[in-house]
């Protein structure tokens, strides 16, 4: 093989691996979303941990424009498209939870379970419809990596008047 076939080949090689290696962040751009910086959590927790190839994302809530945590009750507060837009917010700072401990959101190998809670008012039945926007997103960023096991269930009340608390458990690829 000639040096020029070999250098050829390195371009294709490098060239691909440059066009997957971007996937995720192409995705993201394309969507109009940057991942906000990660804050310290509240309480006495931390906002992921990893055990082999698993990263489970501690339970994340929405902030508003100003900073603060998103409040509200759906069904009286909140509509459902509301609420999916506050779910899909949470999604963004799972995402960025992920990032913050897998350090390349294209190291997912599948999003494994999301669990939802909605924070409603009594006879609310439209939970599955908020927690979509989590759901969604996690699809419109990794395809078919984004499809999961999920619930969505009806809660009282969550941390801080939240709408909503969402959690994931994402499969990651080996550490280098």
Not at 52 to 66: E, Q, R, S, T, W
Not at 68 to 79: H, I, M, P, R, V
Not at 139 to 152: E, N, T
């Amino acid at each position: 093989m000639s040096i020029r076939n070999i250098v050829t080949v390195l371009l294709v090689v490098v060239t691909t691996f440059s066009a997957k290696a971007s996937e995720t962040k192409k995705a993201l751009s394309d969507l109009g979303i940057e991942l906000p910086e990660m804050n310290a959590p509240v309480a006495n927790y931390v906002p992921a941990v990893r055990t082999g190839n698993l990263v489970f994302l501690a339970g994340a809530i929405a902030k508003d424009a100003d900073g603060k945590f998103a409040k509200g009750k759906l069904g009286e507060d909140l509509s459902v498209e509301e609420g999916y837009e506050v779910a899909r917010k949470v999604g963004v700072s799972l995402l960025a939870a992920l990032l913050a401990e897998i350090g390349d959101l294209d190291k997912v190998v599948q999003f494994v379970k999301v669990e939802g809670f909605v924070n409603c008012i009594d006879g609310f039945e439209k939970q599955s419809l908020v927690i979509n926007g989590a759901s969604d997103l996690f699809v419109q960023v990794f395809g078919d990596k984004g499809k999961h096991a999920r619930f969505a269930v009806g809660v009282n009340a969550l941390p801080f008047g939240a709408p909503v608390e969402i959690s994931a458990v994402v499969e990651v690829a080996d550490e280098e």
